[in-house]
Nanobody, 116 residues
Framework: QVQLVESGGGLVQAGGSLRLSCAVS????????MGWYRQAPGKQRELVAK???????NYADSLQGRFTISRDNAKNMVYLQMNNLKSEDTGVYYC??????????WGKGTLVTVSS
C-alpha cells in the first residue's frame, strides 16, 4: 500500500499564506509525477499544480503565479506554498502521486478555508 498524508491546511484570511505538505509512505513505487488538486464546494476536483520526477512543473492558469510546488525526493515529500490567498482558493486540497505505470494514488485531503 502507498499512503499519502497531507498537512498544513487551515483557516487563513485573504491575502495570507499557507504551506501544504504531503508525505508519501508505504511500499516503493516508481513515481512519475506528484501534484496537488483541489475541490471547492459544489465543484469538480481540479488540478492546482504538479511536478515531475525531474522537477518540471505545471500550474493551473488561474493561479497567476501565487502558488509554488516543490518536492524533496529524498524525503518523499511534496509541498505547495500558497501566497496571496483568495476566497476562491477555499476547498479541500488533495495530494496526488502518479506512477510510471499509470496508477494514481490520493491522499484524504486537507481543508483550506480563506476568509474574506
Amino acid at each position: 500500500q502507498v499512503q499519502l498524508v497531507e498537512s498544513g491546511g487551515g483557516l487563513v484570511q485573504a491575502g495570507g499564506s499557507l504551506r501544504l505538505s504531503c508525505a508519501v509512505s508505504g511500499r516503493a513505487v516508481s513515481i512519475n509525477t506528484m501534484g496537488w488538486y483541489r475541490q471547492a464546494p459544489g465543484k469538480q476536483r481540479e488540478l492546482v499544480a504538479k511536478i515531475t520526477i525531474n522537477g518540471v512543473t505545471n500550474y493551473a492558469d488561474s493561479l497567476q503565479g501565487r502558488f509554488t510546488i516543490s518536492r524533496d525526493n529524498a524525503k518523499n515529500m511534496v509541498y505547495l506554498q500558497m501566497n496571496n490567498l483568495k476566497s476562491e482558493d477555499t476547498g479541500v486540497y488533495y495530494c496526488n502521486l502518479g506512477s510510471l505505470f499509470g496508477t494514481d494514488y490520493w491522499g484524504k485531503g486537507t481543508l483550506v478555508t480563506v476568509s474574506s
